[in-house]
């Protein structure tokens, strides 16, 4: 049962039809599926056959990689409520985009990635100043800053990740949160992060959403 439930997901998700993902989701719940078993045997393996396949293909369609993320964090945010345990949260993540830069899809795929992930997301928009960053992590308790920068100037700029790095520093805070970064400019210099001052990168949404979750789990291991 669940391989067929499995293909008619993939292929609602293919033609980015998102009644037709959720039309599949509650006919499996009809027939017994939990919510978990949706998250963790439907939703999530659909996403990592999305990034698979635009990995084997670099022209794969924007549309069908931004709906594959839309689509499983609103399948997941719906299925959470009906988990028959409430599921543990792994940790909290403010992610937006560097001051300047008003690319969103990136970020937005990796929102729809970490969500089904159970990472809870703050979502501070587009063109965010590098102090609302740090302001917002403190006031969420989040434990990780995400910052998407998709073009050269707002990556490596005073006003990205390396202002929120150096404020995390004036203000003692480097060893509350970690920072990551994403986007292309990245992607085209795999150790750009680093100088930037950032704590990890990831080239897609969905390596954002694993690497992310071990940063959290690490950060939880060396506070025991
Ligand atoms: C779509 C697009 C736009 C759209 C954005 C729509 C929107 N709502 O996002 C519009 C038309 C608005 C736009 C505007 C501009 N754009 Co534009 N745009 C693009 C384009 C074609 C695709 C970007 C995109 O969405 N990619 C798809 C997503 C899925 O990929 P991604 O963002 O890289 O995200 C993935 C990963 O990087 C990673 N990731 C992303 N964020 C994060 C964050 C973290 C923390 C982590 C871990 C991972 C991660 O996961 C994501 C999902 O898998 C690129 C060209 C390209 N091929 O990249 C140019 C591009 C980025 N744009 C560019 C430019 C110059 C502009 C403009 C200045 C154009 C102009 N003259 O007005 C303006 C800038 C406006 C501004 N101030 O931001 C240049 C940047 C050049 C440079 N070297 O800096 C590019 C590269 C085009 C080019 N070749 O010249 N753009």
Redesign the pocket.
Known sequence: MIDKIIKAYNEAVFETDKEAAFAVVYAAMAEGLSAEDIVFKVVIPAIEEMMANITRDPDAN?AQ??MTAQIAAEVTEKMLEKFQQPPEMIGRVV?GTAA????????R??MGCLKALMVDVVDLGVNVPPERFVDEALAREAQII???A????TATGENGARRVRQILRERGLEDRFRL??????Y?FDNELYQSVGADG?????LS?GK?IVDMIRGMKREAV
């Open positions: 924007l990689h931004f992610i300047g830069d008003l690319h969103s899809l990136g970020k795929i990796v995400a910052v998407s998709m073009m050269v100037h990551v970064v994403g986007g292309a400019p992607r990168w990831a080239a897609d949404g954002a690497m």
